[in-house]
């Protein structure tokens, strides 16, 4: 007896691939009552929201981190062609570097060299149709972020694998996360998994459980950057800039 011959290439791998990861790591859905953001008894070894020097640390829902063996990005929805990615696949991709300052909606600011990749690309493979105007964005601690697709466009927003010269941390959402500095932090997604094309806008984990809006555009008004002592600045909105920042 013979066996048809297996048609096994990468790409019939990248959507086994997809599949697979899709079903592992599409995150459980959280309400409001299982938010630990206010709970002062979790064990250290979890990321969780920490006020260290340089950088604060803030992740809602306090998990263990992201292993590489088992992450794989999966970016699908209302496209042509659906594609999984693993770590490596990333760095295949055009890299772009900037420093921008990452505003939290609770006051600070702090700032980082920031090291990756321009949504166009992701773009120009998976071929989304025309109505799909929106994108969601999940990621493997149960939280997740809604843009417009021009957002996402704009040359300042990327998909962030290095920080500050080193590949992320485990805490600033390693293996990858989305900086985008026009918008509070709370936009900026770390430990991204699943990013889909759509045709309506969905809302977002802090419109959900806190009073945030989805748009998240930084307001005019007061700053508290880390790397001035925390004194208060006024900023007009948008990125946010300070004079002692060398221009962008
Ligand atoms: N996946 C995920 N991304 C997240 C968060 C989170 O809880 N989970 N917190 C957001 C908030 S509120 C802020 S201010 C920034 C903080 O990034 P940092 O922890 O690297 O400082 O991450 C954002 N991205
Ligand atoms: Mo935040």
Redesign the pocket.
């Known amino acids: 007896m013979t066996f048809p011959s297996l048609k096994f290439d990468r790409r019939n791998f990248l959507k086994i691939f997809s599949l697979l990861t899709l079903s592992a790591l599409t995150p459980k859905k959280v309400g409001a009552g299982e938010d630990f953001r206010n709970d002062k008894n979790i064990p250290e070894k979890y990321i969780q929201n920490r006020d260290t020097p340089g ?7 306090p998990f263990f981190g992201v292993d590489t063996q088992s992450w794989g990005l999966a970016v699908g929805g209302m496209v042509e062609n659906p594609v999984g990615l693993a770590y490596e696949d990333l760095f295949g991709l055009k890299m772009y570097s900037q420093v921008s300052r ?1 505003k ?3 006051c600070w600011s ?1 700032k980082a060299k920031w090291e990756g990749f321009r949504f166009d690309e992701l773009v120009k493979k998976v071929r989304p149709a025309p109505s799909a105007k929106f994108v969601y964005i999940q ?3 149960s ?1 997740y972020e809604s843009f417009l697709l021009d957002e996402l466009l704009q040359p300042r927003a990327l998909f962030v694998l290095r920080m500050d010269g080193q590949p992320l941390s485990r ?3 390693f293996p990858l ?1 989305l900086i985008i500095p026009c918008k ?9 998994t699943r990013i889909q094309f759509l045709d309506s806008r969905k809302r977002n ?2 419109a959900i459980n806190g009073p945030y809006s989805v748009d998240g555009t930084i307001q005019p008004g007061v700053d508290h950057p880390l790397d001035f002592r925390k004194k208060p600045l006024p900023i007009n909105g948008g990125e946010v800039f300070h004079f002692f920042d060398d221009p962008a």
Request: aromatic residues 22%; proline residues 0%.
């Open positions: 950088f604060h640390i803030r992740s809602a829902n990452l939290c909606v609770e702090a990621s493997a601690d939280y805490e600033h959402g996360r509070y932090g709370y936009k900026n997604i770390k430990y991204i984990y802090w």
